[in-house]
């Protein structure tokens, strides 16, 4: 069946940013840069799977005529399936928020995960039948292809080659993610006291991005052993901290390059680069071109 789109009576309706992928499969965008709630609708037949990740912000779906809520927050994801009905977007969102969802039919995602159909659990022979709701943390890696995609910038003729490579990207990180391990699995994440320092660690990072301490100094004053700290923080935010930091600073000098207020020179310093050379090979490793040119093709 194909995917229609429906109108909506709502005061502020606006309409998704849609990118097809290939047949069965696309992607939607939207941003909310107003000060009010807005409306989108989008009509989804039963043959599709839904993943709906808020990067900014909240929004809430609602279900048979607004009488059930699901609510997707900021750095949260949202996978939909139901084979029995279908599942329309209804969706309020926010002011200032943002999301992304890929859009795939059952048909499609069979064929990604046929030889592995066991690791996917909605697509076992006991669950493939049934209804399936979801809610996840989005882990940096992922947070990072997110915001490529809802913030895409480069030439139009390359957006169905780049979404493509950047859908399929995010699909293999949501089933790759550590989060996804029980607790059985993940015993070290029954502590909650052992979850609040590892928070504070990525918070410590974050605001000393320039100049990082070691991950020695960062066991020390998150009271910690290394060890400890290395293997949860794997396991919470889906990285090693410094891979996790690196993702977080080449973002962060993305954003910057784009404001057009600073040269590559002070984007590296401000992101902890002491020299140019060193801050071009560390973008060029991340997105696959240099400072300057992508700041060209943004322009």
């Known amino acids: 069946?194909?995917?229609?789109?429906?109108?909506?009576?709502?005061?502020?309706?606006?309409?998704?940013?849609?990118?097809?992928?290939?047949?069965?499969?696309?992607?939607?965008?939207?941003?909310?840069?107003?000060?009010?709630?807005?409306?989108?609708?989008?009509?989804?037949?039963?043959?599709?799977?839904?993943?709906?990740?808020?990067?900014?912000?909240?929004a809430a779906f609602k279900f048979n005529q607004g009488s059930y809520t699901l609510n997707i927050d900021e750095e949260t994801s949202l996978l939909l399936y139901n084979p029995?009905?279908?599942?329309?977007?209804?969706?309020?969102?926010?002011?200032?928020?943002?999301?992304?969802?890929?859009?795939?039919?059952?048909?499609?995602?069979?064929?990604?995960?046929?030889?592995?159909?066991?690791?996917?659990?909605?697509?076992?022979?006991?669950?493939?039948?049934?209804?399936?709701?979801?809610?996840?943390k989005i882990s940096p890696s992922m947070a990072v292809v997110l915001n490529q995609l809802i913030s895409f910038n480069l030439n139009n003729s390359i957006k169905p080659l780049y979404f493509k490579g950047k859908a399929y990207e995010l699909l293999s990180l949501f089933f790759n993610r550590s989060e996804d391990a029980d607790i059985e699995q993940c015993p070290f994440l029954v502590d909650e006291v052992n979850v609040a320092k590892l928070?504070?660690?990525?918070?410590?990072?974050?605001?000393?991005m320039a100049e990082p301490p070691s991950l020695q100094e960062l066991a020390d004053e998150i009271d910690l052993s290394l060890k400890k700290l290395k293997e949860g923080f794997k396991q919470i935010y889906g990285d090693s901290v410094f891979s996790f930091l690196f993702d977080y600073k080449m973002e962060v000098a993305r954003k910057l390059l784009e404001s057009g207020d600073y040269n590559v020179n002070e984007v590296g310093l401000k992101v902890g680069y002491s020299t140019g050379s060193h801050f071009i090979a560390a973008f060029k490793k991340k997105f696959g071109t240099t400072p300057k040119k992508y700041v060209l093709a943004s322009s």
């Not at 009010?36 to 709906?52: G, K, M, P, T």
């Not at 059952?106 to 697509?123: P, Q, R």
């Not at 022979?125 to 996840?136: H, L, M, R, S, V």
């Open 1 to 58: 069946m194909n995917l229609q789109k429906s109108g909506s009576k709502s005061i502020a309706t606006r309409t998704f940013e849609e990118t097809p992928i290939e047949e069965g499969f696309i992607v939607l965008t939207h941003k909310n840069e107003t000060d009010a709630v807005e409306n989108l609708e989008r009509e989804i037949d039963s043959s599709y799977i839904q993943f709906h990740f808020c990067t900014k912000g909240t």
């Open 199 to 208: 928070k504070k660690a990525k918070d410590i990072m974050i605001a000393n």
């Open 84 to 136: 029995q009905r279908d599942l329309p977007i209804h969706l309020e969102i926010q002011p200032h928020s943002w999301l992304v969802s890929l859009v795939i039919s059952i048909k499609k995602f069979h064929g990604l995960f046929s030889e592995d159909a066991n690791y996917v659990t909605f697509l076992t022979d006991d669950n493939k039948d049934k209804k399936y709701y979801k809610d996840g």
